[in-house]
């Protein structure tokens, strides 16, 4: 109720519900798992603020915009900045002349108001139903939101295509749409577009922020990963992400090769995206792909005269040695080797989930050394079971 009281700078009952309505899709659309309250660009926040208000089945938005004198986009993001719920702040943009606006929610607090009411309101046949948040539906209703908002946004990203009334939408390609794809569930279209390598020239070579890029690209991969397996059509398939993290790997290392042996700066960038990209090539149990990329970061890294001791160096080292798998067999009881779990319950062996890391082996735990299962089936007995190879890593 406190929280609420922050769009009380509306008069209007209608227009203050339209302010809540687009508050609240802002701060669902553009949130991800690596940052709750990121800075967005106007022509971001612009293209979807028009998604909704001129959206036909939400008519009643812009008529009670209008009526509240608020005719263009750019007044109610204004008011959003006076009122509070917003900041604000002028950003330099490679190309662009002049800084460019961008807006973020101005406390988590808020962000967590507009979760609440994207959870309590939904649009049936044109008209906008309220819901008690305690129904038990609330994440039914935010997931239901949080995807027609986003397919919204992506039909207006689509229409602006043809129509290029938004300009500038250089870093909401590259920032957002690959998570908006996901969400909507166009799977195919986001691997195409995460496997452009137009797409990461503007991502990682125009914004010359390597590392940080590759971290985006590696929340994209795990966005989709979620995504794709709670997607019925899409599970029996195989993930495309291993595929799409090696695209990315070979743009870097082709880049890293166009660069001059004096750009340090960005070859210790490049080196230290090819770490994360294999670290993420781990959760998919690709062990020895793995340690190529920790092989080809280390290499970088010597190409451009780091020393033992460097912070990236010892980094890179301790990932390599983590890829030195080793099997597991059985040992004698009292062996000084065998292998003791940290986190073990009596709970935890009723429900079946816990903790594969070692207190014997320290920094290590028990992983699976292949991505699927085998199978064997012994016809005699009628009996058949799936195994894998485990390993210490």
């Known amino acids: 109720e406190i929280l609420d009281r922050s769009f009380s700078f509306v008069t209007d009952k209608t227009a203050a519900f339209a302010f809540k309505l687009l508050f609240s899709a802002f701060a669902v659309v553009f949130c ?26 939400m008519g009643d938005i812009d008529r009670a915009l209008l009526k509240y004198r608020l005719g263009k986009v750019e007044h109610v993001a204004d008011l959003m900045c006076v009122m509070g719920v917003f900041d604000e702040l002028y950003i330099d943009e490679p190309g662009q002349l002049k800084k460019q606006r961008y807006f973020r929610i101005h406390h988590d607090s808020m962000w967590e108001y507009g979760k609440y009411f994207s ?10 139903v ?5 129904s038990g539906n609330s994440d039914v209703v935010f997931y239901s939101n949080a995807k027609m908002w986003t397919n919204m946004i992506i039909d207006e990203y689509k229409d602006n295509l043809l129509t290029s009334k938004i300009p500038n939408l250089e870093v909401y ?27 990461l020239i503007n991502l990682m070579v125009t914004a010359t922020d390597i590392e940080n890029s590759t971290r985006k690209i590696v929340t994209f991969v795990r966005s ?7 997607d019925a059509a899409a599970f029996e398939s195989k993930s495309p992400m291993p595929a799409t993290i090696e695209f990315v790997k070979d743009f870097l ?10 750009n340090v700066v960005h070859k210790a960038e490049i080196g230290r995206a090819i770490i994360l990209l294999g670290i993420q090539l781990q959760r998919f149990s690709k062990w020895s792909a793995s340690l190529d990329y920790f092989t080809e970061a280390l290499v970088v890294f010597r190409s451009i005269s780091f020393s033992n001791n460097s912070p990236d160096i010892v980094r890179v080292s301790k990932y390599i040695d ?66 894998v190879y485990l390993g210490v890593g």
């Not at 939904?122 to 008209?127: D, K």
């Not at 290392?253 to 004096?262: G, R, T, V």
């Not at 009881?333 to 065998?338: A, E, F, G, I, V």
Request: charged share 25%; net charge positive; hydrophobic share 40%.
């Open 32 to 57: 991800r798992e690596d940052i709750l309250r990121p800075w967005v660009p106007w022509s971001a926040v612009k293209l979807l603020w028009r998604a909704l208000r001129f959206n036909k089945d």
């Open 119 to 128: 959870s309590t309101v939904l649009l049936v046949n044109r008209e906008f």
């Open 130 to 134: 309220f819901l008690n948040n305690d």
């Open 173 to 199: 390609i590259s920032d957002w749409l690959p998570l908006h794809m996901i969400t909507a569930g166009f799977f195919e279209e986001a691997v195409n577009l995460l496997q452009n390598e137009g797409f």
């Open 224 to 230: 989709f990963e979620r995504a794709f397996l709670n």
């Open 253 to 262: 290392c082709s880049f890293n090769a166009s660069l001059k042996d004096e």
């Open 322 to 387: 983590s890829c030195a798998l080793r099997n597991v067999i059985l040992v004698r009881r009292d062996s000084p080797t065998k292998l003791q779990l940290k986190h073990v319950t009596a709970r935890s062996f009723r429900e079946g989930v816990f903790s594969l890391e070692l207190i014997s082996h320290p920094g290590y735990a028990i992983v699976k050394m292949e991505d699927k299962p085998r199978s064997n089936i012994f016809n005699k007995n009628n009996t058949s079971w799936e195994y």
